[in-house]
């Protein structure tokens, strides 16, 4: 009986191991998101853009530069903004129901109305599952490292 028990609970302990390292799916997807958001930022696609971003988007830069949905994507178009790269790291996500809250460091790096910039710094995205689609609501970003 005592064996049957030890057994039982090994199992189930080894059960609540592999569930614990196996990715969530939400992770995965928004992790795509957030990448995808990048390349369009590069590829200056306010089209993709439009599609990640809620109608009620706020966005802080690291400037403290608030902006709304239209002028962060007025932005986007801007032919004086000539992004080179865009990448993402040390992603972590919390979730608090259908909502993600995603912090990481973000590399920038091209040229602003002729002047070059290459930005280091921490970024946080907060996003909301809406009717089946994620959507960023709000996006804040402070610089490490000009």
């Given at each position: 009986?005592?064996?049957?028990?030890?057994?039982?609970?090994?199992i189930?302990?080894g059960?609540?191991?592999?569930?614990?390292?196996?990715?969530?799916?939400?992770?995965?997807?928004?992790?795509?998101?957030?990448?995808?958001?990048?390349?369009?930022?590069?590829?200056?696609?306010?089209?993709?853009?439009?599609a990640?971003?809620?109608?009620?988007?706020?966005?802080?830069?690291?400037?403290?530069?608030?902006?709304?949905?239209?002028?962060?994507?007025?932005?986007?178009?801007?032919?004086?903004?000539?992004?080179?790269?865009?990448?993402?790291?040390?992603?972590?996500?919390?979730?608090?129901?259908?909502?993600?809250?995603i912090?990481?460091?973000?590399?920038?790096?091209?040229?602003?109305?002729?002047?070059?910039?290459?930005?280091?710094?921490?970024?946080?995205d907060?996003?909301?599952l809406?009717?089946g689609?994620?959507?960023?609501?709000?996006?804040?970003?402070?610089?490490?490292?000009?």
């Open positions: 009986m005592i064996r049957t028990t030890l057994c039982c609970c090994l189930a302990l059960c609540a191991s592999l569930a614990a390292q196996q990715a969530d799916p939400r992770e995965s997807k928004l992790l795509v998101l957030e990448h995808l958001w990048n390349e369009a930022q590069v590829q200056r696609d306010s089209a993709a853009l439009d990640l971003v809620s109608s009620r988007f706020i966005n802080t830069e690291y400037d403290g530069e608030l902006s709304d949905k239209q002028k962060f994507l007025a932005d986007i178009r801007d032919p004086l903004f000539r992004p080179t790269a865009a990448n993402i790291q040390d992603v972590k996500m919390n979730f608090f129901g259908d909502t993600a809250v912090t990481g460091i973000y590399h920038t790096q091209g040229t602003y109305q002729g002047k070059s910039y290459d930005h280091i710094g921490r970024f946080t907060t996003w909301v809406d009717l689609k994620w959507q960023c609501v709000a996006s804040h970003t402070s610089l490490l490292k000009k």
